[in-house]
């Protein structure tokens, strides 16, 4: 990881000078994609990889590449920045997570593309992420929500049905009615990692409270803050939560509930197709909506402001969030970012007697090993999914958000790691997140 000595930890990208005039497009060399590691492949090639593939069998003339970051969110953009200010790599496309793009646009490291590569088929949600000060820097590829997961069975010895799940508020005022059952009844992310930034930002939404403004200015109160912390803490006061959140990311908390060690699990997407390839035909689980306000995860394609060959670029852009595309990530268990691809119909995800809107149950395999199993495109959990992403919400949208983020998860980590009440962590953060905001570090 050799960039990330470039780098001190934390730091903003901070204003660059203007990229100078890119040399002659050399269109022998394969056009360059940054991206993360697949998580939905489970070791295999998986669908980016198979996507650029069928991009190459079309356009031979005009080849790419992918190129896999670190799996960890700090190291991928750490990386990446490393790449663009030592110009090491020769980025064409990079796929960047949603809360970096006004980091990288207002850094000069994004070319503006044309508004009309963003259409109206698009979530809007993410489409919106992609743009900064009026401009449009990137491509919705993949979206995310956050959902809770059950184990159908242990919720039925708890004394509740799916159907429950839609009634609650808060994820604490769930735990507060699902006793245990010999083990943790609710496992998430709370490393002190971007995991724990987006199960915090859930907990202040869904207690009302606003930290930023549309300009990435801090609004929060110490008041409000406490109560959201507060409802933060509701989840390890009631003894439900798996201990071993505090340092679990996704794929702990997935391998806790494919265990059986928890009842409810809060993750993203791309979990449903793994938890079917892990649990044992007969062991039933579900999806659902979570309680209170779900954060929009996901990913978008831009253009690298370095890149010789900015017309091709954009074509792949194109090709990779076209239609037919976002069909393919589907599949393969990510949640795509086109409404078409979900084939929602005229569910109303506002309407709180609809169980589609709420919850899906998968069915139990019948049979043997071969039988065919639900997938991550089954039309119940793609209804679900869709209404999911349509109450999500976007983490602010600010250049700073890495120092936003970072102070956050210091404070909040370590409220939870003492058990300690929200008053001084409050305090702290309502003095902190202010500078960090505004650029000028945690203080």
């Not at 470039?6 to 100078?20: D, K, W």
């Not at 790419?64 to 020769?90: C, H, K, N, Y």
């Not at 793609?382 to 976007?394: E, H, P, V």
């Not at 998860?409 to 003095?431: C, I, P």
């Amino acid at each position: 990881m050799g960039f990330l000595l470039m780098l001190a930890a934390g730091a903003c990208i901070g204003p660059t000078a203007a990229p100078a005039p890119p040399p002659r497009p050399d269109p022998s060399r394969p056009l360059v994609v940054a991206s993360d590691a697949d998580l939905t492949a489970g070791g295999r090639a998986g669908v980016r990889r198979g996507l650029i593939d069928e991009w190459n069998r079309r356009n031979p003339d005009r080849p790419a590449r992918l190129v896999e970051l670190p799996s960890a969110s700090d190291e991928q953009r750490s990386e990446l920045i490393g790449a663009f200010q030592s110009g090491s790599a020769s980025y064409d496309v990079v796929n960047l997570d949603i809360s970096w793009i006004p980091e990288f646009a207002d850094s000069g490291l994004l070319r503006p593309l044309d508004p009309a590569l963003v259409d109206g088929d698009f979530l809007r949600q993410a489409a919106d992420a992609g743009r900064w000060k009026g401009r449009t820097y990137a491509v919705p590829f993949n979206t995310d929500v956050g959902l809770l997961y059950y184990r159908t069975d242990d919720l039925a010895k708890a004394g509740r049905r799916p159907a429950d799940l839609s009634g609650y508020a808060t994820i604490g005022d769930l735990l507060a009615d699902v006793r245990p059952l010999g083990h943790a009844a609710y496992t998430t992310q709370l490393r002190a990692y971007e995991g724990l930034t987006v199960n915090t930002l859930e907990a202040l939404w869904t207690a009302g409270v606003e930290l930023v403004d549309g300009d990435g200015r801090y609004t929060g109160t110490e008041d409000a803050l406490r109560e959201g912390l507060d409802e933060l803490n509701r989840l390890a006061a009631a003894n439900n939560l798996n201990p071993q959140s505090l340092e679990a990311d996704e794929s702990v908390t997935l391998a806790q509930f494919a265990e059986g060690r928890s009842v409810l699990m809060r993750n993203w997407p791309y979990a449903y197709n793994r938890l079917d390839a892990a649990l044992a035909p007969g062991v039933r689980f579900g999806v659902a909506r979570l309680p209170g306000v779900a954060a929009l995860g996901g990913q978008s394609l831009g253009v690298a402001a370095t890149s010789d060959r900015p017309g091709d670029a954009s074509d792949l852009i194109r090709f990779l969030t076209g239609r037919s595309a976002q069909e393919a990530l589907l599949q393969a268990g990510f949640a795509p970012a086109r409404r078409s691809a979900y084939g929602a119909g005229d569910v109303d995800c506002d309407d709180p007697h609809d169980p589609r809107a709420w919850f899906y149950d998968r069915p139990t395999r019948r049979g043997s090993e071969s039988s065919p199993r639900p997938t991550a495109a089954t039309p119940g959990y793609t209804t679900l999914l869709w209404c999911a992403l349509q109450a999500a919400r976007a983490r602010p949208a600010t250049a700073h958000y890495v120092t936003f983020t970072r102070v956050l998860q210091r404070e909040v980590h370590g409220m939870l790691a003492a058990h300690s009440s929200a008053d001084a962590s409050a305090e702290r953060l309502h003095s902190r997140l202010g500078r960090a905001l505004g650029g000028r570090g945690p203080g």
